[in-house]
């Protein structure tokens, strides 16, 4: 096998690897949501505690899976592309304790300012519970993250995919425990309990890549001759570098979440003061608030599904680019570059499209006691599609040492989401609406600028014509099919029922499509894993030439 060819085949099992992980996590997460959402005395309100706090779990989860290994894996990988395995292991040590230290005041900061963050910010008092039981996750997220992130740069998405698989089904397992046995509390009780499993789980997920490491680290790590600087001042430098690495990395890797987080500490005010004249009391204000940010974070727990299986990209395209410039090879980035944009594509727009056309059907069919939000619902489904390039687009540019360009771009769209939510919000007549179009927004500004930066920084081909208008063709004729379908079989099958069938037979009319206009070309369908077998049947089916 060719070094080529090995390389690529590595790089797309890594992205195979971290696509079934995220999968993975997202049905789980989506479990365990639908479940205490439908639990009698949760519903939307309780969603709304419980997303207050699970905001931040998701940045905790973002940065643990991209931010922080995203630097630790760019540094590592360029040291081994260089065969400097022992200073990618002093890059590793000094990490461990740059954000060791870092998460640990982090964490006594969000127990210690939980109080003021719930009033003073949110102005909703009882989000402070949930904050003070997830406030310890945030040490045990960082140690991790270092973890991961080694292992990445040597190569092996294993511990990150397997670690967070594993984090993600206990908290799964342990929430839905938990919210029923607090059923009959208040809702920010059992919301509360809910968030308590978050930090179980990520000490469980801890400990399970303390013992990858122990088991595994002279497997990944190879000898090497390199002589590495110990001393207080190379330390005080590497220190100084791997933050700076990190925070780029950080801020850009919230691009999936930072709407959502502006929309935590926004809507809840604004909605406070859209009702003020409507709702007689502070209790009722903050009951309408909490509810109606409980229908935006439902919504985001679907829609993050085809996002999460993207950010494989993301995550593995950052070593993958780093290690071909560290030698030079720019082709191969290109590459790189430009199937993971064409893959990314492939995968959001018939989902989003789905989503646009199944969007009261799904609600109700997964959340029956709670099924409010259709039309935030297609909103999000649409901006979905941006969320999902910009991680792509993202990672490329990390890859290329683009460091600052991502974080500058998210700032530019953050700065008008949040000018936006102050005004729309605020109008009774736009309300929770106003969140769902200024993320829009924030995501199209946020694409233009980190597209146009990259066009300018490399070269990488994009055949318009297979890879945007043809998946575009084939989500519009599937969204076609799946609206026929729901408008002939309405009030003959029940709603699941018909939803489901909805779905499937949408994915295959779609997959049928893609093969008819033959939107994969031949080197694309043999990078995939079992590529060269799956064109080989498609030529003896007549649908490509040999």
Not at 6 to 20: A, D, H, P, Y
Request: aromatic fraction near 10%.
């Amino acid at each position: 096998m060719s070094k080529d060819k090995k390389r690529t085949n590595s790089f797309v099992g890594n992205v195979l690897m971290l696509m079934i992980s995220q999968i993975i996590i997202k049905l789980l997460g989506l479990i365990y949501r639908l479940a205490i959402t439908n639990v009698k005395g949760f519903g939307d309100l309780g969603n709304g505690y419980y997303s207050a706090g699970y905001q931040v779990y998701a940045v905790l989860l973002i940065i643990s899976s991209q931010g922080i290994p995203g630097a630790v894996s760019k540094l590592v990988s360029n040291k081994v592309a260089q065969g400097k395995y022992n200073e990618a292991h002093r890059i590793f040590k000094v990490s461990l304790w740059v954000f060791g230290i870092i998460g640990l005041i982090a964490s006594l900061l969000l127990y210690f300012l939980s109080d003021f963050i719930s009033m003073d910010i949110l102005n909703v008092k009882d989000v402070t519970y949930v904050l003070k039981v997830l406030s310890p996750a945030i040490f045990f997220v960082c140690v991790s993250a270092v973890i991961r992130g080694y292992f990445a740069g040597l190569g092996t998405m294993k511990a990150s995919s397997i670690s967070q698989a594993l984090e993600q089904f206990f908290n799964c397992v342990l929430t839905i425990t938990f919210v029923y046995a607090l059923v009959g509390k208040e809702p920010y009780v059992m919301a509360a309990g809910g968030n308590l499993s978050t930090t179980l789980a990520i000490l469980i997920s801890f400990s399970y890549l303390l013992l990858f490491y122990k088991t595994n680290i002279k497997k990944y790590k190879e000898e090497s001759n390199d002589v590495v600087d110990t001393s207080k001042s190379a330390t005080k430098k590497l220190s100084k570098i791997i933050i700076m690495t990190a925070i780029p990395l950080t801020v850009g890797s919230i691009i999936s979440v930072v709407t959502t987080l502006i929309d935590t500490i926004t809507v809840s005010n604004c909605i406070q003061i859209a009702y003020k004249n409507i709702f007689e009391s502070k209790y009722l204000l903050e009951q309408e608030a909490m509810r109606l940010t409980g229908i935006l974070s439902k919504v985001e727990t679907i829609v993050n599904l085809p996002i999460a299986v993207n950010l494989s990209f993301y995550s593995a395209l950052i070593p993958a680019i780093t290690a071909a410039i560290s030698k030079k090879d720019y082709e191969s980035a290109s590459k790189k570059i430009s199937f993971s944009i064409s893959t990314s594509l492939l995968i959001v727009l018939p989902c989003a499209i789905g989503f646009i056309t199944l969007a009261d059907p799904i609600l109700k069919m997964l959340y029956p006691n709670a099924s409010d939000g259709a039309h935030i619902f297609q909103i999000a489904a649409f901006t979905m599609i941006f969320v999902a390039i910009n991680h792509t687009l993202q990672g490329s540019l990390f890859g290329l040492g683009k460091m600052y360009t991502p974080a500058l771009a998210l700032t530019c769209g953050s700065i008008v989401k949040i000018i936006l939510n102050l005004i729309l919000i605020r109008n009774p007549n736009i309300n929770i609406y106003g969140a769902a179009v200024s993320s829009l927004i924030c995501q199209v500004i946020t694409f233009t600028i980190i597209y146009i930066t990259l066009k300018r920084t490399i070269r990488f081909k994009m055949d318009k014509r297979n890879n945007l208008i043809k998946p575009i063709i084939a989500s519009l004729l599937m969204g076609f099919v799946i609206i026929l379908i729901q408008y002939i079989f309405k009030g003959v099958l029940g709603n699941s029922i018909l939803t489901m069938i909805s779905i499937i037979i949408g994915a295959i009319v779609y997959l049928f499509l893609v093969v008819i206009l033959k939107i994969l070309k031949k080197d694309e369908i043999y990078a995939l894993p079992k590529g060269e077998k799956i064109y080989n049947m498609l030529v003896k089916l007549k649908l490509y030439k040999a």
